[in-house]
């Protein structure tokens, strides 16, 4: 069994940034993609950033492209997603996310073994 425990969400003005933490704990991710999700109101769970293990590939939303950044930590066992220009629209709960996938692609929902717990990421105009 896997745990991610999220952190870094937060109430923060258009135009600003934040950094969201995944804390890995359990078996290691040998193989696992690891990734971030989210969800706001109305609207479906869609994958916003996906890296592998290895950390020589990394896909994002169009939505965030070229404002968000996912990287990791192997030593603590952590993913990040730094989010900059953030905009009203990204407003939602950002979920961490693993799992076991075959290729190189964003993490799909059905692909994902273990969640997070899930962080408020509100952007205000």
């Known amino acids: 069994q896997v745990q991610l425990v999220e952190s870094g969400g937060g109430l923060v003005q258009a135009g600003g940034s934040l950094r969201l933490s995944c804390a890995a704990s359990?078996?290691?991710?040998?193989?696992?993609?690891r990734g971030w999700f989210r969800q706001a109101p109305g609207k479906e769970r869609e994958s916003v950033a996906t890296?592998?293990?290895?950390?020589?590939?990394?896909f994002y939303a169009d939505s965030v492209k070229g404002r968000f950044t996912i990287s990791k930590d192997n030593a603590k066992n952590t993913v990040y997603l730094q989010m900059n220009s953030l905009k009203v629209e990204d407003t939602a709960v950002y979920f961490c996310?693993?799992?076991?996938?075959?290729?190189?692609?964003?993490?799909?929902?059905?692909?994902?073994?273990?969640w997070g717990q899930g962080t408020q990421v509100t952007v205000s105009s």
């Open positions: 996310a693993a799992g076991l996938s075959t290729g190189y692609s964003l993490l799909r929902r059905e692909q994902v073994s273990y």
């Open positions: 359990g078996r290691t991710f040998s193989t696992y993609v």
């Open positions: 890296i592998n293990w290895s950390g020589d590939s990394t």
